[in-house]
């Protein structure tokens, strides 16, 4: 059974600051990786989106990467900014099975 | 493009009532999928459709809930009788499908359920 786990749980850092969150998962068959940001209230954004046969991804300030391996993924946030306060989650995938999620870390970006 | 829509965004009742939301996916998207997201946890997959037919269902408590599908597009979720333990969001997603697609979902905004 597919198990991913999200370290820490919550994180508050100065404005300006890189950060990195982790994301690790038992299983590494999988075909991708997918990091979702969660506003208060509201439903899943997509930021990245990492198939199995990709080592990164990137989009703007966040890259995201894959050691399907060790069975590890890494969201990097550049120069954080009080908008990129949110829950990130990580899920991953398998095939046409279910996507299965962390419990997400709670990021608090302090002005 | 549109994305997902969803309705109601709240809903607030009481135990042993009913409750059903609506999906309506991204146009051409096969793949529907209702999660459940319990207040601090990340959401777990109820159902996922594939056009009208039901792919996984495997964590979906049957005695209460139910899910249909029937014209391949919009969808329905409804809990009767709903217990406590059902307060959550419940979120649908739409991807463009293939039972073995490697498509990103992309989610709708949720309805919040309380049950008091």
């Known amino acids: 059974k597919q198990e991913v786990t999200q370290i820490p749980a919550a994180l508050s850092v100065p404005e300006g600051e890189n950060l990195v969150l982790n994301c690790s998962f038992t299983?590494?068959?999988?075909?991708?990786l997918q990091w979702f940001r969660q506003d208060p209230g509201k439903g899943l954004t997509s930021l990245l989106l990492i198939q199995s046969s990709q080592r990164e991804q990137t989009s703007g300030r966040l890259n995201a990467s894959l050691d399907k391996s060790s069975g590890r993924s890494t969201l990097y946030i550049a120069a954080s900014q009080p908008g990129d306060s949110a829950t990130y989650l990580c899920a991953v995938r398998r095939g046409a099975q279910k996507l299965v999620f962390g419990q997400g870390t709670r990021l608090t970006i302090n002005p | 493009e549109a994305g997902v829509a969803q309705s109601p965004r709240y809903k607030i009742i009481e135990k042993r009532q009913s409750v059903a939301f609506w999906c309506n996916p991204i146009s051409g998207h096969a793949t529907l999928y209702w999660y459940q997201q319990i207040l601090g946890q990340g959401p777990k997959l109820l159902i996922q459709?594939?056009?009208?037919?039901?792919?996984?269902d495997s964590q979906l408590p049957k005695d209460r809930f139910s899910a249909e599908r029937l014209k391949g597009v919009d969808s329905t979720l409804k809990i009767q009788p709903a217990k406590l333990e059902d307060s959550a969001v419940y979120l649908c997603?739409?991807?463009?499908?293939?039972?073995?697609?490697?498509?990103?979902?992309?989610f709708g905004p949720g309805t919040r359920l309380t049950v008091l």
């Open positions: 299983d590494s068959a999988i075909y991708n």
């Open positions: 459709f594939q056009n009208n037919g039901v792919v996984d």
């Open positions: 997603a739409s991807s463009l499908g293939g039972r073995r697609s490697y498509n990103e979902q992309f």
